[in-house]
């Protein structure tokens, strides 16, 4: 199985600033990459797949980008309602599997 | 707007069966490929198994294979999840999903739309 280490684990911001999550894979997946943001008590939310491509419906200040092993989601500007869980997720091969979550606090 | 409504948690002792149903609307449901992905309480996630959008193939995650069984009734627009032999280790918020591929395409294994979520607790 692929294995997905994001970095970092937990990360303090402030509204306004720009934030950047990492996530690399155990091998190369090409742009197979994925992000969901997750609120408590809620489903994952669908934001980014094929590395880049937006979502329908998700806001323009969430972009992700890399390829093989190395990707990056970014939050241009952070909202009040961005501060969540992000997870990276692999679909380059079955299993399909995930990164261990990056939690986005308040500063 | 697409909808999956998940059913059929609740709290079971170790060994014994449950079956988690899966509502959807507002899709094509027989066009796409569905999956099942869970959650342990404070945990990430796990994705635990799939089932083509016709039902021909299915594939499972290696800690539940020959315990699970992923199945769909496309009439009723409805995807089951059948659980035999439940583990404590199966506690978790089981949540189903949705395939991001095309409709009719193989699937892509990533996961566009997803239901609230139902809770499986496996106690003694």
């Known amino acids: 199985d692929i294995q997905m280490t994001q970095s970092p684990s937990s990360l303090s911001a402030s509204v306004g600033d720009r934030v950047t999550i990492t996530c690399r894979p155990s091998?190369?997946?090409?742009?197979?990459l994925n992000w969901y943001q997750q609120k408590p008590g809620k489903a994952p939310n669908l934001l980014i797949y094929g590395a880049s491509s937006l979502q329908s419906g998700v806001p323009s200040r969430f972009s992700g980008s890399g390829s093989g092993t190395d990707f990056t989601l970014t939050i241009s500007s952070l909202q009040p309602e961005d501060f969540a869980t992000y997870y990276c997720?692999?679909?380059?091969?079955?299993?399909?599997?995930f990164g261990q979550g990056t939690k986005l606090e308040i500063k | 707007q697409v909808q999956l409504v998940e059913s059929g948690g609740g709290v079971v002792q170790p060994g014994t069966s449950l079956r988690l149903s899966c509502a959807a609307s507002?899709?094509?449901?027989?066009?796409?490929?569905m999956h099942w992905v869970r959650q342990a309480p404070g945990k990430g996630l796990e994705w635990v198994a799939m089932i083509w959008f016709d039902g021909r193939n299915k594939y499972y995650s290696d800690s539940v294979k020959g315990r699970f069984t992923i199945s769909r009734d496309n009439s009723k627009n409805t995807l089951y999840l059948q659980m035999n032999g439940l583990r404590a280790q199966d506690t978790a918020v089981y949540y189903c999903?949705?395939?991001?591929?095309?409709?009719?395409?193989?699937?892509?294994?990533?996961?566009?739309?997803w239901g609230q979520g139902t809770l499986v607790a496996v106690s003694s």
């Open positions: 999903a949705s395939d991001g591929s095309g409709s009719f395409d193989d699937p892509a294994y990533y996961f566009d739309f």
């Open positions: 091998q190369t997946i090409s742009t197979y």
């Open positions: 997720q692999q679909s380059y091969s079955s299993p399909p599997t």
């Open positions: 507002g899709f094509t449901f027989n066009s796409y490929g």
